[in-house]
């Protein structure tokens, strides 16, 4: 059974930074697409960050310049600073894998993990 365990999630003030963590077991991130998705009360889930196989990333418009995702193949975890923190950041973040090619659409993720909460003051 494949397995994704995120941490870091918590509570900060707005322009603040957070660090998410995503420990894989039995997910291969070099031929896994690895996402950070965020899914906010009453909104749909929606992609954050993706990176592919080779490397390539792809963020959602709203948190370029800001988010940065990277994965550790040796360790087997998937990363995303989040800096300047805003009001519309909060909400639960989870990290997704598919084997093969990337996608924004949250359908398309096979593997999930129970996800991590974040909470922006102003």
């Known amino acids: 059974l494949n397995q994704l365990v995120e941490s870091g999630g918590g509570s900060v003030q707005a322009g603040g930074s957070l660090t998410l963590s995503c420990q894989t077991s039995r997910i291969t991130l070099s031929t896994n697409c690895m996402g950070w998705f965020r899914q906010a009360p009453g909104k749909e889930r929606e992609g954050v960050a993706i990176?592919?196989?080779?490397?390539?990333?792809e963020y959602a418009d709203s948190v370029k310049g800001r988010f940065s995702i990277s994965k550790d193949s040796a360790k087997d975890t998937l990363d995303l600073l989040m800096n300047d923190l805003k009001p519309d950041d909060p909400a639960m973040y989870y990290c997704?894998?598919?084997?093969?090619?990337?996608?924004?659409?949250?359908?398309?993720?096979?593997?999930w993990g129970h996800g991590t909460q974040v909470t922006v003051s102003s």
């Open positions: 990176i592919d196989t080779t490397g390539d990333i």
């Open positions: 997704a894998a598919r084997p093969g090619y990337c996608s924004n659409d949250p359908k398309r993720y096979n593997d």
